[in-house]
């Protein structure tokens, strides 16, 4: 006998991935009645916060009805069948526009998925659209209003800044406009914008994910990564991306069932100081570190007070040079010939790396090499490091030396540069904006990164305040 699927619910937009896949598998929720779900939440509040570009429809519905089809038959091709999903702006999807946020690439359409998205509808998850973006994935830290399409708006307070550069990912995850999204990471684009919007953001150990039909940003540095609300959910979707023929070669256990591993007796350095050249964080992240530890500390883990080998502030001189310096060789041609056509924020970005020195790009990399050597030397002698996101609350949007500090002043930078995998999530509110802070791992463990940020979400609330909008 059929299963009765109960009607179409607004409310549906708050599920966990973990939730909906259970109800998909149970056929006591469908993929149809997921996915408008997601499209009436989308209608309901994205001219708010501008997480869109390009919300797909009627592709999306067709995807659902496969899906939902498939299901009823027997066919399940595993956890994300049949959820939703959005993807930044920069990713190719066959048939869609990939603008990346710039008037040069308005007529963009790609024939061909990016693997990272062909993985995913591979695996039945609906794809929704495409994610608002800096242009072309970069900037220089603000937002200034003159691009073809409006930036994207923080959920918990309309008037504050995503970060970037993934900025529609980061927005739509906490709004309810995608259950789970896909962005890009440089020197944080994705933990960035989760740490702003309350989401669960992570980079994996570079080249275990392909870049493949993503912008190119900076090709020694950028790294894609998942966005989800959930540390379980955001598991899930790392399982299938790792699982697939493209990703790297690396030894993997579950990363879903390392969330409910037990921490006691884990090694956790703590890095509470960014060291000269930056600020201190500000007093709500500095609460909410030092609370989050506690939390650490009832659980079992065993928490030692360390510095990093090479001050974050001396990590993101390092940055400059390398990340402008390459953005500039890859997109020399469109700055030649189209830089009228250009925003500011890509425009003074790409000129200042024009300019950077061979001598300094060269310094710049030994210098990286010295901090991937060091700090994975640190982390050797631990099973994961923690320490700050962001070192400021989610600025005003639109007051440029606020976002560029948000941007700028950041311990996000330095992981980068080293390669660890690394994840931001909330731990917290202050003003009715999210705290968060940063777990990192050795190379090739994001499962223990993602057993002690789950172990710590299981121990909270947080994960119950969603914003109102």
């Known amino acids: 006998m059929k299963k009765k699927i109960s009607p179409p619910s607004k409310e549906l937009w708050k599920i966990t991935l973990a939730e909906a896949s259970a109800r998909l598998q149970a056929a006591s929720l469908s993929p149809v009645e ?38 009823r038959n027997g066919i399940w091709k595993g956890p994300l069948h049949g ?40 695996a039945g998850a609906v794809l929704i659209g ?33 970060g970037g550069s993934s900025t529609g990912a980061g927005a739509a995850v906490a709004a309810g406009t995608a259950l789970f999204a ?14 702003a919007c309350g989401a669960v953001g992570m980079i994996t150990t570079p080249g275990r994910l392909s870049t493949q039909g993503i912008l190119p940003n900076c090709w020694s540095l950028d790294t894609p990564g998942p966005f989800a609300w959930t540390v379980q959910d955001c598991a899930m979707i790392l399982d ?57 500390e009832k659980l079992g883990a065993r928490l030692t007070y360390v510095k990093l080998p090479i001050p974050a502030a001396e990590c993101f001189a390092a940055s400059r040079m390398i990340g402008p310096a390459e953005s500039a060789a890859i997109h020399e041609n469109e700055l030649k010939h189209h830089a009228d056509q250009m925003g500011f924020a890509l425009r003074d970005k790409l000129l200042a790396g024009s300019l950077v020195r061979a001598v300094d790009y060269l310094a710049a990399q030994r210098l990286r090499r010295a901090i991937a050597t060091s700090l994975d030397t640190l982390l050797r002698g631990y099973d994961a490091l923690v320490t700050f996101g962001t070192l400021h609350l989610p600025p005003r949007l639109g007051v440029e030396p606020e976002m560029t500090a948000f941007t700028v002043e950041t311990m996000l930078t330095p992981f980068n540069l080293s390669g660890h995998p690394a994840l ?30 789950g172990a710590y979400e299981a121990a909270t609330s947080w994960r119950n305040r969603r914003p109102t909008l």
């Not at 308005?106 to 998925?113: C, F, G």
């Open 34 to 71: 997921l996915l408008e779900a997601y499209l009436e939440r989308i209608a309901e509040v994205d001219s708010k916060i501008h997480s869109y570009i390009y919300v797909a429809t009627e592709p999306a519905r067709k995807a659902a009805k496969r899906a939902e089809s498939e299901l």
């Open 83 to 122: 959820i939703p999903f959005a993807v930044k702006d920069n990713y190719d999807v066959a048939g869609m526009p990939a603008t990346a946020g710039s008037r040069l690439r308005l007529a963009h359409i790609p024939e061909v998925d990016a693997p990272l998205v062909a993985d995913l509808k591979t």
């Open 130 to 162: 495409k994610l608002s973006t800096w242009e072309f994935g970069t900037g220089n830290g603000g937002e200034y209003f003159d691009l073809p399409f409006p930036p994207a708006r923080n959920p918990w307070d309309v008037k504050r800044f995503t």
């Open 182 to 195: 896909l962005g890009s990471d440089t020197t944080g684009s994705v933990r960035l914008p989760a740490a």
């Open 240 to 296: 299938t991306l790792l699982g697939s023929p493209m990703a790297g070669a690396l030894p993997q256990r579950s990363l879903s069932r390392s969330v409910g591993m037990p921490i006691s007796g884990l090694r956790i350095a703590v890095v509470d100081d960014p060291g000269p050249g930056f600020p201190q964080a500000d007093r709500p992240l500095q609460d909410g570190l030092h609370k989050a530890l506690e939390v650490l």
């Open 424 to 453: 931001v999530q909330c731990n917290g509110f202050a003003k009715g904006l999210p705290l968060n802070w940063q777990i990192i791992g050795n190379r090739g463990d994001e499962a223990t990164v993602l057993q002690i940020a």
